[in-house]
Antibody, heavy 122, light 108 residues
């Protein structure tokens, strides 16, 4: 059974930085693209970023491009999201999710982790 | 950028059929995926590639996609189906994942 466990969320001031992690188990991690999807309180799902299984290709939502960086450590089955220049509108529950392809292109997500909460506030 | 439009809410009585639509320009040319999210829980994939069900998802859940509308159909609705449902596509023109705004299914 695939399990995804996010960590690293917390309270951060506007303009600050935070790094999220997602530890994966129960899969051959390097074979699958991985993604981050967020959900602001009481709102819908918003895709953030995707990285291919080999880490050679990354995709970003326009709202985070240039501020967030997705990466992965295939030797430790861990996905990361480095978030810089955080804004109040980045406040959300951040989910990591396994893609069903290795490239991430055209993919969908199954399963999802339980999420880690990021709050950007002074 | 590509936009997916879902009705904010759909209500149905137990045992009846619920249909949740997802509108988009020529969405029939894309693969559509659907997620169920119950309160306080992570989303769960219920339909992928327009019509396929992951293992463990009841046959009551089905999908279709044609023209400008994709539809998630839930037959013989149960109280436990009450949740938010989201459609999702990959927009190849922007290399972005797109989610619909979500539909709250209420079982009367």
């Amino acid at each position: 059974e695939v399990q995804l466990l996010e960590s690293g969320g917390g309270l951060v001031q506007p303009g600050g930085s935070l790094r999220l992690s997602c530890a994966a188990s129960g899969l051959t991690f390097s074979r699958f693209a991985m993604s981050w999807v967020r959900q602001a309180p009481g709102k819908g799902l918003e895709w953030v970023s995707t990285i291919s299984g080999s880490a050679s290709t990354t995709y970003y939502a326009d709202s985070v491009k240039g501020r967030f960086t997705i990466s992965r450590d295939n030797s430790n089955n861990t996905l990361y999201l480095q978030m810089n220049s955080l804004r109040a509108e980045d406040t959300a529950l951040y989910y990591c999710a396994k893609d069903l392809t290795s490239s991430g292109w055209g993919s969908w997500f199954d399963p999802w982790g339980q999420g880690t909460l990021v709050t950007v506030s002074s | 950028s590509y936009v997916l439009t879902q009705p904010p809410s759909v209500s149905v009585a137990p045992g009846q059929t619920a249909r949740i639509t997802c509108g988009g320009n020529n969405i029939g040319s894309k693969s559509v995926h659907w997620y169920q999210q119950k309160p306080g829980q992570a989303p769960v994939l219920v339909v992928y590639d327009d019509t396929d069900r992951p293992s463990g998802i009841p046959e009551r859940f089905s999908g279709s996609n044609s023209g400008n509308t994709a539809t998630l159909t839930i037959s013989r609705v149960e109280a436990g189906d009450e949740a938010d449902y989201y459609c999702q596509v990959w927009d190849s023109s922007s290399d972005h994942v797109i989610f619909g705004g979500g539909t709250k299914l209420t079982v009367l």
